[in-house]
């Protein structure tokens, strides 16, 4: 996946998210484990309304509280107890959220999949949305898309690597494609793809293989 043969890449640059913008995006990050998106901005919503997305507040509410705001991001206890312990964890450290983001990114991931419940592509959506950080996020969408295409299978290290050695070391970019490849897939790359309408077909092994009827 190179420049050269997909043409210059182009992204809009995002302006710094203040503090409440990025609790908002960690807490989505870990609202959205295993659910689609918008599930979990169902529960975001909820939460706003019911006054909790304030990081003293999510530390402190009640866990059963907290679950019930949280019902439609599914596994909704799980991701209560999740959310507590990483705001209690923020309060405890220096009661900064921007502090905390504001870390070499080798050491902010260290820190954060050390916490319960934030595995790699959480730990990564938190540095790439919130902390603005250079790091691509790798999701199901992600490798089965360079499944189909290159047919490459990769795991999420080797998928990571795969693309932060072909793109522009940007955090507006890996932002904006990831982004891309989420589109893409729900529209064409889907469980069952579409090959028929991916313009991406002539260049895709998977799509090769299947217009050959091989």
């Known amino acids: 996946m190179s420049n050269r043969r997909f043409g210059k890449a182009t992204y809009a640059k995002r302006e710094k998210l203040n503090r409440h913008q990025q609790l908002e995006v960690c807490v989505g990050s870990i609202l959205a484990q295993n659910t689609a998106w918008s599930n979990a901005a ?12 304030d990081l003293e507040t999510l530390a402190t509410c ?3 509280r907290l679950a019930n705001c949280i019902r439609s991001a599914g596994f909704f206890n799980q ?4 959310l ?23 050491d902010l991931r260290s820190e954060l ?24 996020v790798v ?35 890996f932002n904006e494609f990831h982004g891309l490849i989420v589109e893409h897939s729900k529209a064409f790359c889907r469980s069952k793809p579409d090959c028929k309408g991916c313009f991406l ?6 799509g090769q293989k299947s217009e050959s009827g091989k």
Not at 79 to 82: E, V
Not at 142 to 168: E, I
Request: hydrophobic letters at 40%; one cysteine or more; proline letters at 4%.
């Open 139 to 173: 999701d199901a969408y992600t490798l089965r898309l360079v499944d189909r295409l290159y047919a490459l299978r990769l795991d999420y290290a080797a998928g990571q690597a795969f693309f932060q050695s072909s793109l522009p070391d940007k955090a507006g970019l």
């Open 42 to 53: 169902k529960a975001i919503e909820r939460l706003k309304q019911d006054r909790l997305l």
């Open 62 to 64: 009640s866990q059963a």
């Open 84 to 106: 507590k312990l990483f705001c209690r964890h923020v309060l405890k450290r220096d009661g900064s959220i921007s502090v905390l983001l504001n870390q070499p990114v080798e």
């Open 201 to 206: 077909k002539k260049n895709c092994k998977w």
């Open 79 to 82: 991701k209560a107890l999740r």
């Open 113 to 136: 999949v050390s916490l319960h419940g934030i595995g790699p592509e959480t730990c990564d959506s938190m540095m790439l949305y919130a902390g603005q950080k250079p790091v691509f």
